[in-house]
């Protein structure tokens, strides 16, 4: 990475914003978590296939062989695939033992490119649990990756990693420096910088405003459950994305996280502000000024009346931004399993506590029992239409201007993940490892659907024509007309 490149791709990028209007998105590239910072799952791409096979490889571009879990959803740009897993498909003898691990495979063919690896923190299931890799899907920005460790570290990263025979700074001392190697361009550790205490493992999913991204810290409580070791430590951070420097905090969750702040943040133009959204640990969804940090709204997604854990939720999924309002819904920790959920439409050109000014409507699974479990899943919006799983094997449809339900549709397993509305089709995965797929709109239709082999905690996502599916230990590359030989 050369400094006139780094230029052109901060030229090139502002461009994409500029046009990041619907219409363009996962054509080419899908950078992050969502692919856009309004963290819609939706995708302009086409010629997507409606029909695949694991077993003789009809319409399979490649497969790349990953960890024993993986949950940091996949991600593409210049030329290059990143997710997040762990150590269990060692890829190199020097690094052993239980780890997070970042995976670089090369867009065209699936070539294992280079992996960055972390040792487990000491301090065990409490802040970094055993055998969960990497959770963090990561941001591709003008040539760097943004991504949360499993050690509570904020690392930037080259992209291409040593491959353009250079070692990119300001981090140039890296243990290890071979072709397979990271490089390392600057990291941030949320642990010992602002005294993060992240709850069984940090997840977060940078997101990006001009010169800055922002990440979830992941704190919360101890493995007591009661004790909060880090009351003052930030929900949310903002740092200088080019060296790696705190620009701002909020602790606005205190001492009443409930357990704890997996949820990543999401960024947006609403009513003329760009601003922040973030789902934290107290069950508040809180909106900021990206530029300053200042706190402009909050909402409280549960009932006054309702009790941890069985009726109050936290907020683990992501909120979703389109046209001013803020989509959201809340759920648990799915070692925690089913229960009542709550999806919302926020009004968030409101300011102050908008929990009843800001709400435009509320799908409540707990006055209504076809409505919404808890989910941990994030929304996908198009055509008029919210798509919405629940962490009960549901998925929902809504009117997304009065949040009256069109049709549900039943997988039968739980699901993790999120749809991608892409093509005429909806994309959604389940823990059997089955992915559904749906023809968008006001009546359900499914199209069919395709066993994966494993379980499916991923969202699809696409790039350059071709979709991507991560199941627990394998990544599949899936294109219209590919054929891979097996
Ligand atoms: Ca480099
Ligand atoms: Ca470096």
Known sequence: MTASRVFVMVALFAAAQASSAPGKKGITNWPMWGGSPDRNMVSDATGLPSDWDVKTGRNIKWVAELGSQSYGNPVVADGVVLVGTNNESLRDPKQTGDRGVLMAFRESNGEFMWQATYEKLTSGRANDWPFQGIASSPLMLDGVAYFVSNRGIVHAVDIQGFHDGENDGPTKNEPLQGKHDADVIWQFDMMEEVGAFPHNLANSSPVPYENMIYVSTANGQDESHVNIPSPKAPAIIALDRVTGELIWED???????????????????????????????????????????????EFDTNPKDSVWPKTRNEVIATPVIVDNVVYIANGQDPEHGEGVGHLYAIDATKRGDITETGRIWHYDGATDNQAIRRSISTASIKDGIIYHPDFSGFLHALDVKTGKRLWKHDMFAAMWSSTLVADGKVYLGDEDGDVAIIQPGREFKLIKEVNMGSSVYSTVITANGVMYIMTRNQLFAIQEGAQLNR
């Open 251 to 297: 602790a606005s969750p205190g001492d009443r996280i409930l357990h704890g702040q997996w949820s990543t943040p999401a960024v947006g133009a609403i009513g003329g502000v760009v601003q922040v959204v973030h789902g934290q640990g107290d069950g508040w969804v809180r909106g900021y000024e990206a530029k300053t940090g200042k706190k402009l709204w």
